[in-house]
């Protein structure tokens, strides 16, 4: 029913709003300063015009380039709801909305079509065609604005990395934040030795090249149970094998730390070149770190496959062919129906003669070469003495290390052991409650701490304390001794076990076979005989017990069945 001119007009409703905040840093979030500002500037603005201002969405510490904000999703989420309850989103500023254009237009138009208009309360661009085009500049405007911000930003950060001088992010492990100098009003950080989480990292290097003393070097997910199974963690959290193989491969526990790695924005990895190299603090020595990441290498399965690993033939993946062209792999070839086997290059067996004029050799002709030379060369009683010269000078100076961390450690426990004194007696005075969750958490983070520098402590001192663990002349020969014996062993999987402990490459030509190894393999393998001292097998060979595979055939001289 139409109503007459001299009717009485019903009182109509107050439009319905929901105001979004935003800061950008954390900074800004924490003194709640733009925050309070944009939320008491939009409140006058709703009250001076008889606005509802139904509900406040704020967004600390949040960028407006992209839409990945808890709170921004949810405005927009409920106000496109089938209930509608806003007729009006408010912000101080459309840059507080957004910073892009193309998704400040996709959001808005999302709201129109639910019927909720989007409103500045500092940017009156009017309606119909010219408020589209004022509000499209001021976008557009506020998108190059970020960028131009965000590479400022970017350029002062690298300048920052560059005279050395931490950028704000959370520091490794093993390192903690502190104040270097001030200038203005700015503090310049830089990182700094953690006492009480160095050893650890320390600690997760010597397990992967040594072991713990009673093993050989472990690989990373032993490592990750080795060190949950004491209580240790990652910063309050359970150890994983991701947080271990970031901190093998971390270059900042060498000196070194890189800033400027990744993009920001879209996580991607930037060229080498755009790397900001940082000196920092070393935990453990470059000589130490190199030698990780070659073993990472070597047992990264990308770039050694399993069969290579693990297969018969002595020489698969090691041996290359010499031609300058190709240095291709050598893989086996047979002969008369199988009577005969050859180490060919595989890319002339591939590819024909004019991909490589390399050779092939009879693969027992080369094994024997590869042998002899390792027995003659390397493992002679007066050679191997020689060229571990320097690795047995440097046993004193291990010990020493050693013995300066367990100092450290016995130091921490002790701090661990006065702090959980010190919570006991809060309780005692009644200034706690052992109900209390914070309390309770410092509670069993101390003692799991207590624990897992005991077990550090307990295994430096059997270190220390074994004579087994000593490198001495004579652990070198027994070593020379034993590995003569495995490389002439009847087990094929054995003495390739014992191969790859030496060798890293074999280069075969027309006139000579080169055999590159490393100085660093003979030095681990050392190591690895004496902390597996009294077995016969290398410890990283395979683990296998006779005939526990899939398929339990009796051997020939079994009979036809397996006994019972």
């Known amino acids: 029913m139409r109503s007459s001119p001299d009717s009485p007009q019903l009182p109509q409703a107050a439009p319905r709003a929901a105001a979004y905040v935003r800061v950008s840093t954390n900074r800004q979030a924490e003194h709640e300063t733009s925050l309070a500002d944009q939320v008491a500037a ?3 603005y709703c009250e001076a015009r008889g606005i509802l201002l139904v509900d406040v969405y704020r967004e600390p510490g949040a960028s407006a380039t992209d839409d990945n904000r808890p709170q ?117 950080k830089v990182l700094a030795v953690d006492e009480a989480e160095a050893p650890l990292v320390r600690r997760i290097f010597s397990l992967y090249l040594e072991g713990d003393g009673a093993s050989g070097p472990l690989g990373i997910k032993k490592i990750v149970s080795w060190l949950n199974a004491r209580n240790y963690s990652y910063r309050g959290k359970p150890f994983h094998v991701s947080n271990v193989d970031v901190v093998l491969r971390r270059t900042t526990y060498m000196g070194t730390h890189y800033f400027n790695q990744r993009d920001s924005r879209t996580g991607e990895r930037r060229h080498r070149d755009e790397w900001v190299p940082m000196a920092v603090p070393a935990l453990v020595e470059e000589e130490t770190f190199q030698l990780v990441q070659a073993q990472l290498g070597a047992r990264n399965l990308r770039q050694t496959p399993a069969r290579v690993v693990s297969g018969p033939t002595l020489l698969t993946g090691i041996a290359r062919c010499g031609c300058p062209d190709c240095h291709g792999a050598m893989t086996i070839r047979t002969g008369k129906s199988g009577q005969y086997r050859y180490y060919a290059c595989s890319r002339r067996a591939t590819r024909g003669e004019t991909a490589c004029n390399g050779r092939s050799i009879r693969m027992e002709k080369l ?11 390397v493992l002679a009683p007066e050679r191997l003495p020689e060229l571990l010269a320097a690795f047995l000078e440097k046993s004193d100076v291990s010990d020493q290390r050693k ?46 701490r207590i624990v897992a520098i005991s077990a550090d402590i307990a295994s430096l001192e059997r270190q220390l304390g074994s004579s087994r663990r000593r490198i001495t002349p004579d ?51 050392v190591i690895a005989t004496a902390a597996s001292a009294g077995t016969k097998v290398p410890i990283f060979a395979r683990e296998w017990r006779t005939r526990q595979d899939s398929n339990l055939w009796p051997l020939p001289s079994e009979g036809s069945a397996l006994s019972s």
């Open 42 to 44: 939009i409140t006058a």
């Open 367 to 377: 094994d024997g070469i590869v042998l002899d030379a390792l027995e003659q060369r």
């Open 403 to 448: 013995r300066e961390e367990l100092s450290l450690l016995r130091g921490a426990r002790t701090n661990s052991e006065g702090a959980l004194n010190r919570l006991y007696e809060l309780v005692e005075q009644g200034l706690a409650s052992p109900a209390d969750r914070d309390f309770a958490e410092r509670l069993t983070h101390h003692r799991q």
């Open 72 to 188: 921004f999703q949810s405005m927009v989420e409920a106000a496109t709801a089938r209930e509608r309850p806003y007729d009006l989103i408010i912000v101080h500023s459309f840059s507080r909305f957004f910073r892009d254009q193309f998704e400040f237009e996709r959001y808005r138009r999302k709201l129109a079509k639910a019927k909720v208009e989007l409103v500045s309360i500092t940017q009156d661009v009017g309606e119909g065609a010219t408020g589209d085009l004022v509000r499209s500049i001021l976008s557009k405007f506020d998108e190059y604005q970020s960028a131009e911000t965000a590479k400022h930003v970017r350029r002062s950060m690298i300048a920052n990395a560059r005279d050395g001088f931490w950028n704000g992010s959370i520091p490794p492990l093993g390192y903690k934040v502190v104040i270097a100098e001030r200038r203005g009003d700015k503090d310049k």
């Open 475 to 525: 652990v070198v020969g027994r070593f020379g001794k034993l590995l003569s014996e495995g490389l002439r062993a009847d087990n094929p999987a054995l003495r390739q076990a014992y191969v790859r402990l030496l060798i890293d490459d074999v280069t075969v030509d027309e006139t000579e076979i080169q055999i590159r190894g490393s100085r660093k393999a003979l030095e681990r393998a």
